[in-house]
């Protein structure tokens, strides 16, 4: 995937003590999109947008709000988070990913 005319933002998002980053970018079309890496641990996150996560490299166990068991999303898999939302994470090795966030 690549993506052409695009604005980075050269601030990079850090969480979870420099665990989890991204750097966020704005495509020709005006999308906001993050690419970023997560790092082995757990993690949760609380939405505004409804997000669209596309796994880049490695995997990651996901349990969405209101769901009971984790699911696991391996390279090339995607899921969405629905706005207002949040989203637990459990990741055993380095993964990769891009999140999209429809506004």
Avoid: H, W
Avoid at 29 to 46: A, S
Avoid at 47 to 62: I, R
Avoid at 75 to 84: L, R, T
């Amino acid at each position: 995937m690549e993506f052409k005319n695009a604005r980075i933002v050269k601030k990079a998002n850090i969480y979870f003590d420099g665990k989890v980053t991204s750097r966020t970018i704005y495509t020709e079309e005006g999308e906001r999109k993050t690419l970023g890496i997560f790092l082995p641990g757990e993690y949760e996150f609380n939405t505004g947008s409804e997000e669209l996560m596309e796994v880049l490299g490695g995997e990651m166990k996901v349990m969405r709000k209101g769901e009971t068991e984790y699911t696991l999303y391996k390279e090339g898999d995607s899921f969405v988070v629905p706005a207002n939302s949040s989203f637990k994470l459990i990741i055993e090795q380095v993964a990769d990913y891009c999140c999209s966030y429809r506004d």
